[in-house]
């Protein structure tokens, strides 16, 4: 016996049937492949998709004007949920942004950019496993499901031992990062990663040369590189269509200008070019890593900005020393008050370009945030590359352009 | 008497501000000092009317007027290389100013240069859509719509891409509480059960620092838990009872003392 | 959370005496529950986890269901908005009795972090829910302990009752 209510079946003035072969379906916004909540109205003329258009906002939880009533460090946990699955990609381009903001991207320490990176592409990689996990699995190919996700809990026991949490991480903070390594980190890290690329030649000796996987990846989806920089597509999809534009390399932040990594770039445009990119990605992410061990050995003590008017001191100095403690305490009820002005920074999260804008007019909270959020380009990219696309196809070019809706609604 | 609520900023503002502090703004240089950006601004300046510019954060940022915002685009993509549009979107200054300031941020891969575009429009004006040059417009005009109730011209769908159809008001701007006016807040019970099921719902409890230690009906003390309104005790609850005492028939008995962690790879 | 007096604790009121018949039935539901992928947000990706290798959920007897007509209980996992309230409820209305709710994480319980205008505070103003579930995002040891708890109460109860208008909040 169900409490009576007001919802009848209806589609929002959509007729299902149509004259001829032609059908609406609605891929409504619960559905079983894995992406999120996205409302997809196809019509269909036999199996072809003729029109698409994506519906999105179901996941909108007001994350922009939250911002407008907190203050700059309250809403740093909040930008771990927008795109959860790599969360501290998403906290190091808000940290970067205010840092920038308040001029003090030259004071965080070495010791914490060192950190930072390694979390940043700790999160690629376990942003990529999910990725290839949920596609494979909407593809069809159930066990790689599995065996990504057996690998993404190794990274993530490695970010619990970090900082606490496996999937919301707050693990940077503006001035730098709170925690230093635990002491079997590293070495943890370095069995993670020389296991690592067996486990991606594991998947690609699964998936690669399978000629399932072949037929059903291989021109499809295809994004012609105007098409890709109109749509204001960035990252793999953008260089998957061939333009080699990552912003680590161009316009680099962090220690990434003294790292040595390549940028994988397809010139096919298509699905199976970008799944061999992001193979490609993940490997170069474990060089990177590679790279960074030697460096956080070398670096001094030292983990957040020496900044007394905007950033708070260490616990050690905290609990000594008076004025350290009321400056903190200012900070943490008051908030910080940046100067007036804006700034739009953006990183290379694994999604692709993930900017922020903050506009501060002085107060202690923000008076505009807004997140440049590669998905969202790319989901509305969605209206125009599905077209011409068999209904079989629709589920791979959503898996493979890799959006997560909480950033698209934020 | 009631407290003063300001109707025009529904926002949370800061509880205490020194009177005599004026926040410095962030550093702008001229724009001479950065040739690329100079060369740029000279070949805009020659088209069009740009009221201000300077260099803010190592980007440049250009104030023009509203009506020229498609020729400049047109420009910025063809003549200048400026050929990828990272966002767009508004900011609600009607209090301060009774304008709503749009920008668009621009990038240019050749040059590896970003660029700020911005005007003010009041607030019943429109302006022009540019999904015809970027096609990343397109959707980022409908949330600007959408979230500021800015209408597009000639954009080829303007309908509410994030809030439902049929909200009202537009969230972003600043009179609109971040808890939401009545109808945001009744919503999901209209549009699902009808108004008449307000009253056998309650109203939403979005006080986020009620707490009360001895309150037993609406909070259950965490490791504590006693049955409703009975008193708090000290007692600690005991997790453990997965299963029933005599445990489950074809079921694994579960056992608490037993140790199963083995070593982590 | 409820907003009304609901004795969130209080083992459901049913008939002591359960016939044997009914453990029966009841053990069956207990050790087959399939849920129905409902995960909206981050604590989607916990309940994927949780149905991954390491923490596996298939030895409790669940399969993943997309279908409500073939799901026995729905995980509610993420943040509920008000755009998608009334797709929760008819999803909960074309499951198929007997039916139970696991609302998970704190968005699902009260709405979380995010207090603002377009979430829905607690999944239970709209369906009701069995059981509740903390964390943000709750680890999968955490989903686990639910189900089984859930087990547990499913255990306790008779399996013909008369279809029961469940208290909505």
Redesign the interface.
Known sequence: MQTPNRLKPFYENLVFEKEGNQMIVNFGPQHPSAHGQLRLILELDGEQVVKAVPDVGYLHRGMEKMAENMIYNEYLPTTDRMDYIAAASNNYGFALAVERLLDIEGEVPRRAEVIRVMLLELNRIISHLFWLATHALDVGAMSVFLFCFREREFAMDLMEDYCGARLTHSAIRIGGVPLDLPSDWIDNLHKFITKMPENIADYEGLLTENRIWKMRLEDVGTLSTEEAMSWGCSGPTLRGSGVAWDIRKEEPYGIYDELDFKVPVSDKGDSYGRYKLYMEEMQQSVEILHQTIPLYKKSPHGLMAKVPQYVSATKEELMTDNFALMQHFVLVTQGMRPPVGEVYVATESPKGELGFYINSQGDPYPYRLKVRAPSFFHTALLQEILVGTYLADVVTIIGNLNIVFGEIDR | MREYQNRKNA???????DRF????????TDVATDEVFAADLKSLESKFKIAKSYI??G?MVLFINPEDIKAVMIHLKEELAY?????M?A??FLEKAGEFEL?Y?M?S?TK?K?L?VKFSIKEDQAVETISDV???A??AER?MFD?FGIIVNNHPYLK??????DWNSY??L?T??????EA??W???D????KEHRA???????D?KRVDAKDT??F?R?RH?????EAPSSKPTN?A????DGG??L?TKFNGEQKTLKD?? | MAQHKVNYLQESGLPVALTTVDKLVQWGRSNSLWPLTYGLACCAIEMMASGASRYDFDRFGTIFRASPRQADVMVVAGTLTKKHAQFIRRLYDQMTEPKWVISMGSCANTGGMFNTYATVQGVDRVIPVDIYLPGCAPRPETLQHALMILQKKIRRESAFQKLKPKRLV
């Open positions: 926002q949370a503002k800061a509880y205490y501000s502090y004026s926040a410095p703004p962030v550093p702008t803010q954060a980007q050929n990828f549009m990272s966002e979107s900011i609600d920008f941020q990038l891969m590896k970003r700020r970027f096609s990343s397109n959707w949330e979230m509410r891409l994030i809030m439902p159809e969230p972003l600043k609109y509480p971040l808890i939401g006016d945001g807040q919503y999901e019970i549009t699902i059960f009808g056998v719902v309650g109203p939403e409890i979005r986020t009906t609406q259950a965490v838990e006693v049955p409703y309104g997790y009872q997965f299963q029933e489950v028939p079921i982590r790879k």
